[in-house]
């Protein structure tokens, strides 16, 4: 690790943070450590089901204080995909509706559109997967937030918005473009907002891990979410292995 105490870590949320908004123990006060060390602490999360106020609001009721800014979502990440002026019908809840109006992209309620945005939602109905396909069929492009299988809470895998995009792309017969770690349009975002970035902790080898090797930084990989403390890791060699945030924090700080 060195002695470099400088540049920005990027931090995943679900897994590392918390489990479906229940902080993982030693979270809050690991980031406060990483801050007090002088590091800047960008947090890129997958999850585009919530707006940038309430994620700001949920990382400040489990302890962490943090602006939109600190925040990089693959909602923004498919939003940055979308021109603006063009047209999109929203398969997602109010994090990609947010980036969508951000971008200056106007959602509609059917096609014909420019675009078609998968995203995690709790409100996923058959008819929001007829009118979905129809638009790709239609000619419109299926971009996905991310292809995540799963999303973790507190003592199970919750399907995730690649769940969701897998019954977009059975349906509609096409490949979607993907947004979301570790893909690049995340990874351009990620480049802009933190050129510094110095190491990327997540709790999955195959998003977290591959998005440290395409930023050119180390990985830290954290059991407190989707993998398991018994998991064999086949994508990326993590320069830190540990328990939780506050085990890789004292790992960290301690070399």
Known sequence: ????????????????????????????????????????V?????????????????LATVGVPAAPEDLVTSAQAAASLLEEGSTAVVCASGGVTEALADRGVTVVGEGP???????????????????AVTAVRGGARLVGTNDDATYPAPGRLLPGA??????VVTAAQVTPV????????????????????????GDRPSTDGLLARRLGVPF????????????????????IDAPDIAAVVDRYLAS
Not at 13 to 18: A, K, R, S
Not at 42 to 58: C, G, I, K, R, Y
């Open 1 to 40: 690790m060195g002695d470099d105490r400088t540049g920005t870590w990027v931090i995943a949320l679900d897994g590392v943070i918390w489990l479906a908004q229940q902080p993982i123990p030693g979270s809050a006060d690991a980031v406060a450590r990483l801050r007090d060390a002088g590091l800047r």
């Open 42 to 58: 960008l947090f890129a999360t997958n999850n585009a089901l919530p707006t940038l106020a309430e994620l700001v609001d949920q």
């Open 178 to 201: 993907v947004a979301g770690k570790p893909h690049e349009p995340i990874v351009a975002l990620l480049g802009k907002r933190a050129p510094d970035a110095s190491m990327v902790v």
């Open 162 to 167: 690649g769940a969701l995009l897998a019954a």
């Open 220 to 239: 830290a990989l954290v059991r407190s979410g989707v993998t398991a403390k018994q998991d064999t890791v086949t994508e990326v060699e993590p320069a």
């Open 113 to 131: 559109a420019d675009a078609v945005v998968v995203g995690l939602t709790r409100d996923f109905t058959y008819d929001m997967l007829a009118t």
